[in-house]
Each structure stands twice: as C-alpha cells, then as structure tokens.
C-alpha cells in the first residue's frame, strides 16, 4: 500500500475515535450508559457504573448497580465515591447518567424519565458541563466559565476521602463535609458510623454512631502537627497535613508527597478508619493508619454475650453442647429472648414439634442449632442470624420472640445484670419499698410525699407512679409493663390494678 494512502488512512482514523474511546468530560447532550466510563486525563481515576463487592457476588441478589468513582491503574475495584448509595438501580438497561434540561447531573431511567438522583444544585449558568479531575475531583461547572464550580464531589464524601479534600465544615454555607460507613461490603448504604469535626470544642474529630450521642473515639486534638491521638502522623514522610480554622471555614486536608502514590482513607465498615496505600509488588493494599487502632475501641463491636480478641468475636463461655458434653440430654444451656423481632432468614422449620418446650428441646438436642422461635410452628436456625431487626417495627407476622442459645454462666450473668440495681436497691431498701407496697395496697400514697412539698401534688399521678414501680419488679417477666406500657400507665391512658407483693421482697423482709 502506497505511504500516502496509509497516511491518509491514519489521518481518518484519527478524526473518528470510537464513541467507547476514554474522555474526562460530559457535554449537554452526552450520555453516559452500560459500560461508557469517563477516565481522568492522567488515568488515574475512572466513574462508571459498577456492581460493589463483585468478589462476593454469590450475595449479590438482586443485581445492583451504581454511579461511582474508582481507580483506573490497578486491577481491585475500590469505590472512592458513589452517587447513589442508597438508591441502587436494577435495570442498568434503562439507566444513564447525563446533564438534564436544568443544568444538574443526573442518573435517569430512560423508559419512565425518572430521576433516580441529581445533584440538586441551584444552576443558573446557562450551559454546564461535567469533568472528572486528576485528583478524583468530579466537577460541574459552567460551561462558559471553568473557575465557577458549581458542584463538586469532594463536597460530598460518602466513606472516603482522597488527598486533597476537605474534611469539615463551611461556616458560610453550612455545608458539612463528614464520612458515614457502608452498610456492607456489597451494600454502599449508609451505615452504622459517622466520623464528623467536633465544632463545639477544640480542632478534632468524632467517630460516632451514626444519629446518636454515643462518641466511641475522639482524633484527640490538632496541635499543629497532627492529632493527639495520632503521634505516629508526625513520622509520616508520605503525606502532608493541614487544620485550617478561620471564619469562614474549619477542615482538616491530607495531601500525599508524591502524585504517583495511590492512597485513600475509608471508614470502614467495622468502624475504623484506614489510611490506604497499593503497593505494586504485592497488587494489594496497605494500611499505613488506622483510627481507633484497637477494634475493641469501637462501640458494640460485638455483642451481648461476647468478647472480642484477636481475629474477631467470640463467645464469653462456650456452648456446653459441643465436644466437652456429647450428651443431648445433659446440656446446661440456656436461652436468652429477644422480643419484639422480625426473625432472621432461612429458618429451618419442623412442623411436628407442637409446644414451645418441644421447640426448645429441639433446639437443644441439635449442637449446630443457635436459636428457635415458636409461633404455631417451630422454626430453628443453625448458621447465622440475617437480617434480624428488634423494636417498634409494627405489627407482622414475623415480629415474635426470637430465643438465642447461650451458655448456662451467661444466662445467669444476664438474670443478674437484668436484676442489678433493683436487687441491690430491694436489699438496702426493703423498707422502703414495703412502705410503697403498703401504700398502694392501703389507697394511702399521701404518706409517702415529702412535707416540703407541702400537699402540692396531684395524688392520682403520685398513686400511678407507686403502682407502676411495683409491677416493674414483678418475678415473672410476662408481668412487667413494657417501656410504651410505662408510658401510657403514667399518662393515665391505662389502668393498673393493685401489684402482687413480689417474692424477693418477701423473702427481704
């Protein structure tokens, strides 16, 4: 073939790039669908849609998939950012990501012309495009203006955070920049636990649960260098640190010595955050810091009847059914109920057993089995407890006492805990409580009352107080008024009648 025909050939090829080709931008009018992606101009970072946690796809039904920003130079997908976290699509058909009519990026079902999620930003630039940074930036900005960002990820971090953002608040626009855990490995939901700036004292951050007071782990505070609880920040020759607090805004920014480095800190689903490094040689990555560095710092890491140790949770005391007693008759082991549940999945049902004592028994003859419920049938569980969900979750068929296997020294521990106070208070106080009895049983609660409150009290409230601390001390659970009961009892919105003296009072006095 001549030279001038295999220039003019290249020369074609050069003015048609496939529309799959990598681009960093998104234009009015473009549309990003099924496996289009747009690559940062250094290859460092790419946004697409992808499946989370597609090494354990064997969980993952039904297919989700999501907007999400990752690294483009190494071979394990690593979501730094997802759009839409907790509105997961299902028909990645009929889904695109493009700019809509009001200037915002959105995610839309092509069939409905619904708006899956959008940046929600108040536009009024004319023309917006959309370009995805070096740094993992993704911009919207005016079109005609590149300098007025108008919306930016970094402005909303879901669990992680790359060098280069900002980690705090905008005194102006209140806008707070906070990281919330995953719910799961395959679920980018938010989670259990938030780290946010602490804006009532002094330059630090706290790892709380998410929508609660409960503060698990404080950064200690900033004293120029690095954060108290972090002294090994200041050896640190990978990064570079910086607390900014003025009047307009207080964050906290992390920047790494060297571009080339691959780096992001995530607050992991465990509640720790991790300062991720990839190293090459072992195409894996590193962790560098870790806040809090014991796992066992972080709240309700296990649960009840359980202690953490290296590795993981395991049980306080272990089933007495098992190697040490191969005796299904001689088991010690105990029950626990939990009430108010929605029960786990994949029960095993048995459909001869027809008491809740045989359910019991069944239980317990069988090692492997952790738990059973019994509601017109026995259902029993051998392998994890999914999906259990305990309190005011309405009224279902499903919502039922769920007993959980326990060692017979943890029973006992928890009757104990659960009596606590109110054994030590009934010992010291017996009197006192006969006083109570006495009065409620008598009609006579004046007597009770404090002569410096001079018989300024409602008695029907003061008579409704007494009862109701009597039945809470009752010996048979099934007797004692829930905490909604309580409520209502002292609302005046049910009556109570006149307590039984309980048996430990008896056996008090």
């Given at each position: 073939m001549p030279l001038v025909a295999i220039l003019f050939i290249l020369l074609i090829s050069a003015f048609h790039t496939p529309c799959s080709a990598a681009r960093s931008t998104i234009l009015a009018g473009d549309r990003l669908t099924g496996d289009d992606r747009l690559v940062s101009r250094n290859g460092k970072f790419v946004l697409g849609f992808f499946q989370p946690g597609s090494e354990y796809s064997s969980q993952q039904t039904p297919a989700h998939w999501y907007i999400g920003l990752w690294f483009g130079k190494i071979p394990k997908l690593t979501p730094v950012w997802v759009a839409n976290r907790d509105r997961p699509i299902v028909n990645l058909e009929m889904s695109e990501l493009t700019i809509s009519d009001d200037g915002n990026l959105v995610i839309l079902n092509k069939d409905t012309k619904s708006t899956i999620w959008s940046t929600h930003a108040n536009i009024t630039a004319k023309n917006t495009t959309v370009v995805l940074m070096e740094n993992g930036n993704l911009i919207l900005g005016d079109a005609s203006n590149s300098s007025n960002v108008i919306w930016q990820s970094f402005d909303y971090p879901i669990d992680g955070l790359l060098p280069g953002a900002k980690q705090g608040v905008d005194k102006v626009t209140g806008l707070i920049r906070h990281l919330v855990s995953k719910k799961s490995l395959i679920d980018p939901a938010p989670g259990r636990y938030c780290v946010e700036l602490d804006t009532t004292g002094p330059g630090q951050f706290l790892y709380k649960l998410c929508n609660s007071s409960i503060v698990?782990?404080?950064?200690?505070?900033?004293?120029?260098?690095?954060?108290?609880?972090?002294?090994?920040?200041?050896?640190?020759?990978?990064?570079?640190?910086?607390?900014?607090?003025?009047?307009?805004?207080?964050?906290?920014?992390?920047?790494?010595?060297?571009?080339?480095?691959?780096?992001?800190?995530?607050?992991?689903?465990?509640?720790?955050?991790?300062?991720?490094?990839?190293?090459?040689?072992?195409?894996?990555?590193?962790?560098?810091?870790?806040?809090?560095?014991?796992?066992?710092?972080?709240?309700?890491?296990?649960?009840?009847?359980?202690?953490?140790?290296?590795?993981?949770?395991?049980?306080?005391?272990?089933?007495?059914?098992?190697?040490r007693n191969q005796s299904r008759n001689a088991t010690t082991d105990k029950f626990y109920p939990m009430t108010k549940v929605k029960l786990p999945a994949m029960p095993i049902v048995i459909e001869a057993v027809g008491s809740i004592d045989h359910c019991a028994q069944a239980c317990l003859d069988n090692c492997s089995c952790i738990a059973y419920s019994y509601s017109n049938r026995c259902s029993l569980w051998y392998d994890d407890l999914l999906n259990i969900k305990q309190g005011d979750i309405g009224t279902t068929r499903n919502e039922e006492v769920l007993y959980l296997r326990i060692s017979a020294k943890d029973a006992e521990s928890w009757r104990n805990t659960k009596r606590g106070k109110g054994v030590i208070w009934a010992t010291t106080a017996a009197s006192a409580v006969a006083l109570v009895l006495l009065a409620v049983v008598t009609g006579d609660v004046a007597g009770l009352l404090d002569d410096k409150l001079h018989g300024d009290v409602n008695l029907d409230e003061v008579e409704r107080v007494c009862k109701v601390a009597c039945w809470c001390i009752q010996d048979g659970e099934s007797n004692r008024p829930t905490m909604g009961e309580v409520v209502q009892i002292l609302e005046g919105l049910l009556e109570l009648e006149v307590p039984p003296i309980p048996r430990l009072l008896q056996a008090i006095a």
């Open positions: 698990y782990y404080s950064s200690g505070e900033w004293n120029g260098h690095y954060f108290n609880s972090m002294p090994e920040m200041n050896g640190a020759n990978l990064f570079t640190f910086k607390f900014v607090n003025n009047d307009k805004e207080e964050y906290f920014i992390k920047n790494v010595t060297d571009d080339k480095l691959i780096s992001v800190s995530l607050l992991d689903i465990t509640g720790q955050e991790k300062q991720l490094i990839w190293v090459e040689s072992s195409q894996d990555w590193v962790t560098v810091f870790t806040q809090p560095k014991d796992q066992c710092d972080v709240y309700a890491t296990c649960g009840p009847f359980t202690i953490y140790r290296s590795g993981g949770c395991i049980r306080n005391v272990p089933l007495d059914c098992g190697a």
